[in-house]
């Protein structure tokens, strides 16, 4: 058997958890210095509800990244799940089972549909994805003029907004996917199959791996994760939100995470626990930059600089292992 097929994931990068303890101490000195407090339990619980929603796509991301491809529809599959669930609960806790798993019932023949089109169409991941995003953007552009249904009050209760101490119950949700993410990557056939199509599609098939199951998987799984995090907001807002998943901007910022966490944009390496430090460091930045009341056209700047740099980090990173 190819050595292609027993490649763990790649352990997360130490730099991003350096580089998040960095700007949080550079962060509480700053906020602190302006009169502000940002480790208070009111910013600490914001931030990480921030981390939750990004985090759950993010992992998905990492699943179809890893196995070299890419999804940019899940920004419109978390505004999409946020309606399907919120308009089957209809302010119902009956309701809560069925409009879960509708949602997430639909987000996976979406990821599926994706993986059709990457793996039996032969179209670039790229456009495939941006294709099928543009045909959900049209309709929720048509179909929704703003909020729609209600949650399950006692989604609302849990999901939304209980917490342990200063820890949401959303983010412990985060950790359990994560963990689960890792399991699946490090510890079953599926994730060395994975592993092994993004970092050689030709020598994982000669090695007998079938790739276009392998892919189709992988983003049903992101698909998942997205929907997931759909359920999530639409417990945070009490109902569904057409364009909550664009105004957050989950497909760029999924993919810097990802980046951000030492995940190869190529393929092939990469894993769940970098993702969650990036998820971090970009709340952790985005907490801090709200405490000193930054504008708003300032933040997206510095998180546009933030994640040009970390593409330049991971390109030299790849051409220094090119020539090698």
């Known amino acids: 058997m190819s050595t292609a ?33 940002l480790f208070s339990q009111p910013t600490t619980v914001s931030l990480l509800h921030v981390a939750a929603g990004l985090g759950l796509v993010a992992v998905g991301q990492t699943v ?18 946020t309606l399907v669930a919120a308009e089957a609960m209809a302010g119902s806790n009956a309701g809560l089972l069925p409009g879960v798993g509708l949602a997430l019932g639909v987000s996976a ?9 990457v793996t039996k169409a032969r179209i670039n991941a790229f456009i495939a994805t941006v294709g099928v995003g543009l045909l959900l953007k049209g309709y929720l552009d048509n179909g929704y003029d703003g909020p729609a249904g209600r949650t399950a009050p006692v989604l609302v209760q849990s999901l939304g907004y209980q917490r342990i101490g200063p820890v949401p119950v959303s983010f412990l949700l985060l950790l359990a996917v994560a963990a689960a993410i890792w399991v699946v990557l490090t510890r079953t056939r599926f994730g060395h199959h994975l592993i092994a199509v993004g ?8 090695s007998g791996v079938r790739n ?7 983003h049903v799984l992101c698909s ?16 569904g939100a ?5 105004e957050g901007l989950y ?40 405490q000193l009341e930054v504008d708003a056209f300032v933040k997206q700047v510095i998180r546009g600089v933030i994640i040009i740099a970390a593409v330049a980090v991971y390109a030299r990173r790849a051409l220094r292992k090119a020539g090698s």
């Open 5 to 37: 097929l027993t490649l763990p994931a790649r352990r997360a990068a130490p730099g991003v958890f350096i580089a998040l303890a960095l700007t949080l101490a550079v962060g509480w000195l700053v906020v602190t210095i302006d009169g502000g407090q």
């Open 64 to 81: 179809v990244i890893i196995g070299g491809s890419l999804d940019l529809s899940v920004a419109y599959v978390v505004s999409l799940s």
């Open 109 to 117: 023949a979406i990821g599926f549909l994706n993986g059709m089109l």
């Open 199 to 206: 970092g050689d599609p030709q020598v994982a098939r000669l």
């Open 212 to 218: 276009d199951r392998v892919l189709i998987a992988a």
């Open 224 to 239: 998942l994760c997205a929907g997931l995090a759909g359920i999530y907001l639409a417990s945070r807002l009490g109902s």
């Open 242 to 246: 057409p364009r909550v998943g664009t």
């Open 251 to 290: 497909d760029l910022e999924s993919i810097a995470a990802v980046v951000l966490g030492g995940t190869a944009l190529a393929g092939g390496s990469g894993g769940v626990a970098g993702t969650v430090g990036g998820v971090l460091l970009l709340a952790s930045i985005d907490a801090i930059l709200n």
